[in-house]
């Protein structure tokens, strides 16, 4: 062989062995070449030692399609969309993290800020929903417009409070601010509990019915249906008891005052006969 064709092969070989060099620590370029088999792809330190840019890369029409490496953190990087088969997942440590209908049950943390529809949903801990309900798992307490509510359920406005709570022996339900009570059908009052402790039950349109014994400002109705402790008025008529007719305070006609210790020979009470104060009185029911 001559010594100029020594020379072209020698160059020929330099140069067969610099692209097989380039390819071995730079990415596999296939261009109009079939690779039959492979059994791994190796990607080798560049110079400096580092892995940082390599990877695959597709070249054609546009940008480049790349997987390559990247560092700080170190992670695996690409330019398109990882589209795995629908019955394949994403997994940590041979566990699912994500499928195509499910989050892994390993996940236990989460910032999502949006989700469809849920069904069956399980919570643990404190609980807060678009800033207005808040359930706190340490009282056991649930509010709605409030994030401390006064019972175990507080439903509260800029006006007043609505509580539900419990204590031993004990059921509470009932406004917690000085606001009136009012307990609603057809959205109409039937029952209205004043802030000062006033009762008011239904009104002149209405039928209020008791079933049972009433008492009055007594402490036993057994052996009446009703039993009052004190005056009453009937058709606007005072009716009271005392020993002697009123020596005091305002009267009107027709107001009664029936005698506290009644004996023979006495009267069964006193009627006003003018109004005044105390006005006049006269006796009336002579006792044989």
């Not at 067969?16 to 190796?42: F, M, P, R």
């Not at 840019?53 to 398109?80: C, I, V, Y």
């Not at 969309?81 to 499928?99: P, T």
């Not at 059921?171 to 307990?183: E, K, M, N, P, Q």
Request: negative net charge.
């Amino acid at each position: 062989m001559s010594e100029q064709n020594q020379s072209e092969l020698d160059s020929v070989i330099s140069a067969l062995g610099t692209a097989i060099s380039n390819t071995v620590h730079g990415a596999i370029s296939a261009e109009d070449a079939d690779v039959k088999a492979l059994a791994s792809v190796k990607f080798v330190a560049k110079p400096d030692g580092t892995l940082t840019g390599l990877g695959l890369s597709w070249t054609g029409a546009g940008p480049n399609k790349q997987l390559m490496f990247r560092a700080s953190p170190d992670r695996f990087w690409s330019t398109e969309s990882i589209d795995l088969n629908e019955d394949k997942a994403f997994m940590i440590g041979n566990n699912v993290l994500l499928s195509k209908t499910e989050l892994g049950s390993s996940v236990r943390t989460s910032n999502l800020s949006k989700v469809g529809t849920l069904g069956n949903l399980r919570t643990q801990g404190d609980l807060v929903i678009d800033d207005y309900i808040y359930y706190t798992s340490s009282s056991e307490s649930f509010g709605i417009g409030t994030e401390a509510p006064n019972g175990k359920l507080g439903i509260a406005t800029l006006d007043g409070e609505f509580v539900v709570d419990t204590a031993p022996g004990k059921i509470s339900v009932g406004a917690w601010t000085s606001t009136d009570l009012h307990i609603t059908t057809d959205n109409r009052s039937r029952i209205i509990v004043k802030d000062n402790g006033n009762v008011i039950i239904g009104d002149r349109a209405t039928t209020t019915v008791v079933n049972g014994t009433l008492g009055v400002n007594v402490n036993d109705v057994s052996d009446a249906a009703f039993a009052v402790n004190g005056g009453m008025k009937l058709e606007g008529k005072k009716i009271s008891y005392g020993t002697d007719a009123p020596k005091d305070g305002r009267c009107n006609r027709g107001d009664i005052t029936f005698c506290s210790n009644p004996k023979s020979g006495g009267y069964i009470g006193w009627v006003c006969t003018e109004a005044g104060t105390p006005g006049m009185w006269s006796p009336f029911g002579k006792i044989a």
